[in-house]
């Protein structure tokens, strides 16, 4: 079975820095994403950042700038570094990974607090 494995949530004050980290294992024959997205109270989820496995990123439009994706395809790992982070990137972050053939996998989520 596929495991998620996340890491580097907590408590930032603003102008800090936190860098997320997402493992998968388990039966997963390929990868063909992975990703990031975030949910806030009463607010849908949202694309945070995607990576695609031959390098090519995506990013919404609130962390441009700020937000950075990078993955190690051979660990089937993802991160997210996030800088200059704001009150209201606060949110469950969560891991998600586009498997080959057809398979969606989330993480159970980490949860990201900006405050002073």
């Known amino acids: 079975q596929v495991q998620l494995v996340e890491s580097g949530g907590g408590l930032v004050q603003p102008g800090g820095s936190l860098r997320l980290s997402c493992a998968a294992s388990?039966?997963?024959?390929?990868?063909?994403?992975m990703g990031w997205y975030r949910q806030a109270p009463g607010k849908q989820r949202e694309l945070v950042a995607r990576?695609?496995?031959?390098?090519?990123?995506n990013y919404g439009d609130s962390v441009k700038g700020r937000f950075t994706i990078s993955r190690d395809n051979a660990k089937n790992t993802v991160y997210l570094q996030m800088n200059s982070l704001k009150p209201e990137d606060t949110a469950v972050y969560y891991c998600?990974?586009?498997?080959?053939?057809?398979?969606?996998?989330w993480g159970k989520g980490t949860l990201v607090t900006v405050s002073s």
């Open positions: 388990g039966s997963i024959f390929s990868i063909h994403a």
């Open positions: 998600r990974v586009e498997a080959v053939p057809y398979k969606d996998y």
């Open positions: 990576i695609f496995s031959g390098g090519i990123a």
